[in-house]
């Protein structure tokens, strides 16, 4: 049976759409919002907006892709659906950078998983950082609407073998986990979820707010970069953009303009403040950019006798939290563990080496599980932070800077990880790192954790989560937009996404941006409307 795709019917009923790099022409658009950006922030307040009665045009910077297009093939997906063709790394490239850049945004090719923001990390915020307005009970009704409208639950089925390994090995140590809620609706567990779903079962922007959002008229406008905001004294009068060929690598020369009331940043953790420092928007205390996190992850394989096929199944289904909070909030460095898929290509990159001992690793590929390690950056002054700068052309690179604190926690990790494997049967573990080779027992891959020298480029680092750099807080000293999202010193500005974050959240974030952007949009609207 053929499945529904949404976006091809949309197209076929006359929604508005305008390809930036197919334009003949300049162009000039207005709209009463416009929201750049079409992922979890962006799409959630396109649809509050939109149902509200507002005009709302939609800004992306990639393509439009629909599961027709995906084919469960990872070098057209990550050439077409990733930031720099999945090519994004820190400043130094120490540190791979995984976000979404297609209509959708990261919610397109993530892996499902969906927590609600911890109680302790927005206690922290309240705290620490002076948000106002997010507890628990004050987030916990726009959690709840998010969760009905994405199909957000406990996973149902069985783990896979890959993440079996965490479960299994908790069990038998007495560690705590948990199984993961997803998003997906009539999900066929194919395990591809990267590469854009082509059943349409996960509950990504692509197939719920986007449509919602032009079925009552908004527009969407893509392959198109925003090159800067506009700005006469303390408002903003006009967007600059640029269309993009069709790889969107390079401006085509075609220009458009955006004219609206108000304007949503919503590109995510660096572009959002890239945009911003374009523009030269008025910035006294240097907040633009800074104290941006990433959940810096480690990697750890293992081999085992029975099949796992890492490839298949629901990419993440169990996690542990375990070492999380085990030092209080702002104590030691601390972790969650969660495993990744592992397809074919990506596997290659991870887990190192050339030639042949590369080939020799790839052929136990299917014996082989991965586990990962989400930092908790941003809650100890000696923590890992980022800042978000430009590059001579104007396209923004994160400098990101580990520190002795968080490679502690690495180093910890690791250790963990090992652990976890051989009590779930491994017969051999492997810490992704340059020096480190296959250790048959626990005894020896402690030994060999111990020894390992962590430093960049040695460690294998990657990251999927994006926080902060454009932090909220009351105090525009130390922040950059309020508590509701307002720019402190730009009339007609809210941001609406994870760039939000003062510090990273401890947990996958897409629930967090999809819970803050609903709150956030319908406080806009109550403005809008009595203004």
Same mark, same amino acid.
């Given at each position: 049976?053929?499945?529904?795709?949404?976006?091809?019917?949309?197209?076929?009923?006359?929604?508005?759409?305008?390809?930036?790099?197919?334009?003949?022409?300049?162009?000039?658009?207005?709209?009463?919002?416009?929201?750049?950006?079409?992922?979890?922030?962006?799409?959630?307040?396109?649809?509050?907006?939109?149902?509200?009665?507002?005009?709302?045009?939609?800004?992306?910077?990639?393509?439009?892709?629909?599961?027709?297009?995906?084919?469960?093939?990872?070098?057209?997906?990550?050439?077409?659906?990733?930031?720099?063709?999945?090519?994004?790394?820190?400043?130094?490239?120490?540190?791979?950078?995984?976000?979404?850049?297609?209509?959708?945004?990261?919610?397109?090719?993530?892996?499902?998983?969906?927590?609600?923001?911890?109680?302790?990390?927005?206690?922290?915020?309240?705290?620490?950082?002076?948000?106002?307005?997010?507890?628990?009970?004050?987030?916990?009704?726009?959690?709840?609407?998010?969760?009905?409208?994405?199909?957000?639950?406990?996973?149902?089925?069985?783990?896979?073998?890959?993440?079996?390994?965490?479960?299994?090995?908790?069990?038998?140590?007495?560690?705590?986990?948990?199984?993961?809620?997803?998003?997906?609706?009539?999900?066929?567990?194919?395990?591809?979820?990267?590469?854009?779903?082509?059943?349409?079962?996960?509950?990504?922007?692509?197939?719920?707010?986007?449509?919602?959002?032009?079925?009552?008229?908004?527009?969407?406008?893509?392959?198109?970069?925003?090159?800067?905001?506009?700005?006469?004294?303390?408002?903003?009068?006009?967007?600059?953009?640029?269309?993009?060929?069709?790889?969107?690598?390079?401006?085509?020369?075609?220009?458009?303009?955006?004219?609206?009331?108000?304007?949503?940043?919503?590109?995510?953790?660096?572009?959002?403040?890239?945009?911003?420092?374009?523009?030269?928007?008025?910035?006294?205390?240097?907040?633009?950019?800074?104290?941006?996190?990433?959940?810096?992850?480690?990697?750890?394989?293992?081999?085992?006798?029975?099949?796992?096929?890492?490839?298949?199944?629901?990419?993440?289904?169990?996690?542990?939290?375990?070492?999380?909070?085990?030092?209080?909030?702002?104590?030691?460095?601390?972790?969650?563990? &969660?495993?990744? =898929?592992?397809?074919? %290509?990506?596997? @290659?990159?991870?887990?190192?080496? #050339?030639?042949? /001992?590369? +080939?020799?690793?790839? &052929?136990?590929? =299917?014996?082989?599980? %991965?586990?990962? @390690?989400?930092?908790?950056?941003? #809650?100890?002054? /000696?923590? +890992?932070?980022?800042?978000?700068?430009?590059?001579?052309?104007?396209?923004?690179?994160?400098?990101?800077?580990?520190?002795?604190?968080?490679?502690?926690?690495?180093?910890?990790?690791?250790?963990?990880?090992?652990?976890?494997?051989?009590?779930?049967?491994?017969?051999?573990?492997?810490?992704?790192?340059?020096?480190?080779?296959?250790?048959?027992?626990?005894?020896?891959?402690?030994?060999?954790?111990?020894?390992?020298?962590?430093?960049?480029?040695?460690?294998?680092?990657?990251?999927?989560?994006?926080?902060?750099?454009?932090?909220?807080?009351?105090?525009?000293?130390?922040?950059?937009?309020?508590?509701?999202?307002?720019?402190?010193?730009?009339?007609?500005?809210?941001?609406?996404?994870?760039?939000l974050f003062p510090t990273s959240i401890g947990a996958n974030p897409q629930l967090s941006i999809y819970g803050l952007a609903a709150k956030l949009s319908s406080q806009l609207i109550e403005r809008l409307k009595n203004a």
């Amino acid at each position: 049976m053929p499945v529904s795709d949404p976006i091809a019917d949309g197209l076929a009923r006359g929604w508005k759409t305008y390809d930036g790099s197919r334009l003949e022409q300049d162009l000039t658009l207005e709209t009463d919002i416009a929201i750049v950006g079409s992922g979890a922030g962006g799409a959630t307040s396109a649809e509050f907006l939109s149902a509200a009665g507002f005009k709302v045009l939609l800004i992306e910077e990639g393509p439009l892709r629909s599961s027709r297009d995906f084919d469960m093939l990872e070098p057209p997906a990550y050439a077409s659906l990733y930031q720099e063709a999945i090519g994004r790394t820190s400043k130094d490239g120490a540190i791979t950078i995984l976000q979404g850049r297609a209509v959708g945004g990261s919610t397109l090719v993530n892996w499902t998983s969906s927590f609600r923001t911890p109680i302790a990390t927005l206690k922290h915020w309240a705290r620490e950082h002076g948000v106002i307005g997010i507890s628990a009970e004050e987030m916990g009704p726009w959690f709840e609407r998010m969760e009905a409208r994405l199909g957000i639950e406990p996973w149902q089925m069985p783990p896979n073998a890959n993440n079996q390994v965490i479960r299994k090995g908790c069990q038998a140590l007495g560690y705590s986990w948990a199984v993961i809620p997803r998003n997906v609706r009539g999900c066929w567990n194919l395990g591809y979820c990267g590469m854009g779903c082509p059943t349409n079962a996960k509950q990504s922007m692509l197939v719920t707010s986007i449509p919602a959002t032009l079925d009552r008229d908004g527009e969407l406008l893509y392959l198109t970069r925003v090159d800067r905001l506009i700005m006469q004294k303390e408002r903003i009068v006009a967007l600059e953009c640029s269309g993009m060929d069709a790889r969107c690598v390079a401006p085509t020369g075609r220009r458009i303009r955006v004219l609206a009331r108000h304007y949503i940043l919503a590109g995510g953790g660096i572009n959002t403040p890239a945009i911003l420092l374009r523009s030269g928007a008025p910035d006294p205390h240097q907040r633009v950019g800074a104290r941006t996190f990433l959940h810096p992850v480690n990697f750890s394989a293992a081999q085992f006798d029975e099949v796992i096929n890492p490839f298949y199944g629901a990419p993440q289904s169990i996690y542990s939290d375990h070492f999380q909070w085990d030092d209080g909030v702002s104590g030691r460095m601390s972790y969650k563990l &969660e495993v990744p =898929p592992v397809h074919p %290509a990506l596997a @290659a990159t991870l887990l190192g080496r #050339f030639g042949i /001992d590369n +080939a020799l690793r790839m &052929e136990q590929l =299917p014996n082989t599980n %991965a586990m990962i @390690a989400l930092m908790r950056d941003g #809650f100890h002054p /000696d923590s +890992a932070e980022g800042q978000v700068q430009l590059r001579s052309d104007g396209s923004p690179t994160l400098d990101y800077r580990m520190t002795g604190y968080t490679w502690d926690g690495i180093r910890r990790a690791y250790q963990s990880m090992a652990e976890i494997q051989f009590a779930a049967g491994a017969k051999a573990m492997l810490p992704l790192h340059n020096d480190a080779t296959l250790a048959k027992s626990l005894r020896q891959a402690r030994q060999m954790i111990a020894g390992l020298k962590l430093e960049p480029y040695r460690t294998r680092l990657g990251s999927a989560h994006v926080m902060g750099g454009c932090a909220m807080g009351e105090d525009p000293r130390h922040a950059v937009t309020d508590s509701l999202g307002r720019h402190h010193r730009v009339e007609n500005l809210s941001i609406h996404d994870g760039s939000l974050f003062p510090t990273s959240i401890g947990a996958n974030p897409q629930l967090s941006i999809y819970g803050l952007a609903a709150k956030l949009s319908s406080q806009l609207i109550e403005r809008l409307k009595n203004a």
